[in-house]
DNA sequence: AATGGTAATGAAAACCATTATCATTAATAA
DNA sequence: TTATTAATGATAATGGTTTTCATTACCATT
């Protein structure tokens, strides 16, 4: 597995090497749209590819998101979960969570609204309470079609 | 301190006796500003109150959650914290987490914009997903004024 | 006020997600 | 190819939270 990939060079840069276990990782969450804990990723692969540790899951996890290709989501209940950030502009999203079932539903309606009102939101905070915003969060919590 | 309580009535309907830890637990949450873990929350009592057991904070909060007198927060890193759920409807707020050294700051401007966007997003939602939305929440992280 | 049924408590152990340790392996530059 | 050193994986350790269980204390009923 020593082939050119899209993402070697993102590793590169950030003085991390291109190796196996993190080609596995990461090609696997690009391919799934589900929010995976870290076992359970590990799980998933384990049929394929059994060497690949448990620690050594996490510890790409850790490094995906640091190089900003995976979101690291942390949900009151349960384990992390993580998914693939998409590089397309237009594919930010938001979650809903049943609060019954667990149930993890993406949307990304109102992003235009949303838009506005964090723009507006991080210019004002940042000269009342002088804080420099990097990235917000937004989640509804109720319960879904199944659970009401 | 069997003396009526303004929320011995939120126990009695929850089916939940009203004690003397949970008293305690609560009152003390009312009077602080801050978001306290439950190790902190305990140790805080601790001097006063060298009775109650930390497992007892842990499940008085947890009840308190859901009787809907506390929040619970999880942010990524660390444990959860938990915040005495005000009254007033316009003390209703969000937070901005510091990435570097973890402070939290309670923010509630914007409170109209946001009701809009919430309420929008609802509505659609609801229809869209057949999801009924029961609570929402929104952060922003960043730097803070000494991290910057 | 006394009683009894049962929820609540607290100490200890268990649980579980995550992190640290460390000997071994493998990616990269020379 | 070789040397350097980051990455790996098995294992143990950590830390927050939950479970267990014997004891205590609410509180509805006498
Ligand atoms: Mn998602
Ligand atoms: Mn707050
Ligand atoms: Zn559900
Ligand atoms: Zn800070």
Redesign the interface.
């Known amino acids: 597995m020593h082939s050119p990939h899209k993402w070697r060079h993102r590793f590169r840069a950030n003085v991390s090497r291109w190796t196996v276990p993190r080609e596995i990782i990461l090609d696997f969450l690009s391919r799934t749209s589900k929010h995976m804990s870290a076992k359970e990723i590990y799980a998933s692969l384990y049929r394929m590819y059994p060497g690949i540790g448990l620690t050594t899951v996490y510890r790409t996890l850790d490094l995906l998101v640091r190089i900003g290709l995976i979101n690291?989501l942390?949900?009151?209940d349960g384990p992390?979960r993580y998914e693939f950030k998409s590089e397309k502009k237009n594919e930010h999203h938001h979650h809903?969570l049943?609060?019954k079932c667990g149930r993890i539903?993406d949307?990304n309606?109102?992003m235009g609204?949303?838009l506005k009102?964090?723009k507006?939101?991080?210019e004002?905070?940042a000269k009342?309470?002088?804080?420099?915003?990097?990235?917000?969060?937004?989640?509804?919590?109720?319960?879904?079609?199944k659970c009401?």
Chains 1, 2 share one sequence.
Do not use: A, P, W
């Open positions: 690291k942390t949900f009151g992390s809903l049943c609060t539903i949307y309606d109102f609204e949303e009102l964090t507006k939101t991080e004002t905070l009342k309470y002088n804080f420099k915003v990097q990235d917000h969060n937004i989640e509804f919590y109720g319960l879904c079609e009401q």
